[in-house]
Each structure stands twice: as C-alpha cells, then as structure tokens.
C-alpha cells in the first residue's frame, strides 16, 4: 500500500491513503535506522501480524526541518497586526528558508479586524505590491479565497505564536477542533497550543499546524545564494557588474539601484543585509 504519513506522536505513525482512510502504523528497524520519516512523507506499507508495518519511505520533493514535513506544495507565513506585532523581519527571514527548501511562500495577515497602525499598513501594503501572494483576514471576514489555495494541496503554516494559526484552520474547517486559546497579556505572546506534528484535512488539502520556529538557522545557506530566496530580487539578478555580486558593497549593484528607485522596499533590502551578516557571522540567531 502506498499512503502518506499525516501524523507522528514519539514511534507511533498514522498512515491515510488516496481514498482518506487512516491506518495505525510502526516502522522497520532498517527504516529508523537510514531515514527519520516526516510527517508528509510518502510510504509503502504492508500488513504483518494484524498491524501495519512502513517499510520505505519515497523519495520526497522537498523537506523543512524546523517544522519537520515533507512534500510541501506551499508555506503560509502567519502574521498578525496585533497581539503579537506585525513583523516584517520575521517574514522576510521565514521566506528566506522557505525559499531555500524549495518551496512557495505566502503571507496570511491576520486579525485585521482589530485595526492596523498606519507604519504596519505601510508594510503590508509593499508586500501586497511585491510578488509573495498576500491574503487579509480578520474575525467574520474571511477570505474565500484562502480555502480554494488550500485545496489539493499540503501546506504548512508557520510565523508568529499567538498569531491565530488554529484560530484561522477552526475558521476554514468547522469540524476542525484544534485546541487553541487566549494571548498572555503579560508576555504579550502566545503559548504553543499545537501538541504534536500532524497533516490536518482543511477545505480540501492537507495543512501542518506547527509551534513555529524557535530559531532561524541560516547555516546552509551561503552568501551567494542568499539573493536567490528573496521574492522582491529575483528580476534584478544577473544584471549587476560584476557575476559574484552579493549586493552588499559593491558598485553597479541592480539590486542597490532598485532600492534607490524604490522598485524594492527599503526595509526589505534592509532585512537582507542582516540575514547576510547573520550569515557570514555563521551564528545562530534566536528570536
């Protein structure tokens, strides 16, 4: 049987097949030894003394590692406006490491019903203009759109704690009943409701509810690739000067000239250049 893994809690697996049926599953030996599963991940199972048994795991499309899921048709970075801050730095470092794993992201704002301060709509607004796809939301207003992205497809969702992650996934699929409750007021951040990695079915697809990263690890990514997982660079690359062009320092830098002419976001390019020294610092920040 080939099916997908949709749920890992410690060894135990939970396997669903094309048609939506579910199995209990453990794995091999020689599994746990070569490969650590994700949840997304493609199996062939077979039956062995009345349960079910992964014996391979299929070669995957792509792989986050913080959250663990495998196969992902697209990332949805989840900001709020308010309780906790909307926060661009976030975003942009997220897509970077989206971006890395070879796969789209997206920017869910959230609770737009509460008000936006003018500097945040300022933000949201350059993302808007830029190519990430962007979608507003808010409590009784959500976009209809949001549920046909989702069809068909696994997504993940990540950013911010406290930022309604549940709250968004209980609003698309009303049988959805993942645990979810009110911000810290005194912390001003949310707790992790989210008890364990699982591909949830939501209007049609498959979404991970996850914590969240607790870091952002930019250690295999390199200087010069960093460019390439940034949305608002990609049409100025290769028309610098000079080909190793890192858009830090050097002269006849496109991507320097588009901030200059405003085609890219000041505060975006600002937010590269910290990734960048994060990068050449080789040092891992917490956040």
């Known amino acids: 049987m080939i099916a997908r ?17 579910r199995y209990d599953a453990i794995l091999t030996g020689k599994i746990r030894m070569q490969m650590k599963p994700a949840a997304g991940d493609l199996v062939e199972a ?9 014996e391979k795991i299929l070669p995957r499309i792509n792989k986050l590692i913080r959250p663990s899921v495998a196969n992902i048709d697209q990332a949805l970075i ?19 490491l989206i971006m890395s794993s070879g796969i789209q992201p997206m920017l869910i704002v959230t609770k737009c019903d509460l008000g936006i301060e003018p500097d945040f709509e300022e933000r ?4 808007e203009r830029g190519p990430m796809h962007v ?38 699929e009303p049988s959805f009943h993942l645990a979810t409750q009110e911000t810290s007021k005194a912390l001003g951040r949310g707790k992790h409701t989210t008890r364990h990695n699982e591909l949830h079915p939501v209007a049609g697809g498959l ?18 690739e960093l460019a390439s997982y940034v949305p608002d660079f990609l ?3 290769g028309q610098c000067r000079f080909n190793d062009c890192i858009h830090q320092n050097e ?31 080789r040092k891992e920040r917490y956040l």
């Open 135 to 172: 979608i507003r939301t808010g409590k009784g207003s959500l976009d209809p759109s949001l549920a046909g992205i989702l069809e068909g497809k696994i997504s993940v969702l990540t950013g911010q704690t406290g930022a309604g992650k549940s709250t968004l996934l209980n609003e698309l």
């Open 124 to 127: 949201i607004e350059e993302y």
């Open 78 to 96: 989840v900001m709020s406006v308010k309780s906790p801050d909307f926060s661009p730095a976030l975003i942009d470092r997220l897509s970077v």
């Open 251 to 281: 002269p006849g830098c496109a991507v320097k000239d588009a901030v200059e002419r405003g085609d890219i976001p000041r505060v975006r390019y600002e937010d590269y250049l910290q990734i960048m020294q994060m990068i050449q610092n």
């Open 46 to 54: 077979v039956r062995l003394d009345h349960r079910w048994v992964v």
């Open 235 to 237: 049409p100025y690359l």
């Open 5 to 21: 893994i949709i749920r890992i809690i410690s060894k135990e697996y939970t396997l669903m097949d094309d048609k939506g049926n």
């Open 207 to 224: 979404v991970a509810d996850t914590p969240g990263f607790s870091s952002l690890d930019f250690s295999r990514i390199s200087a010069q």
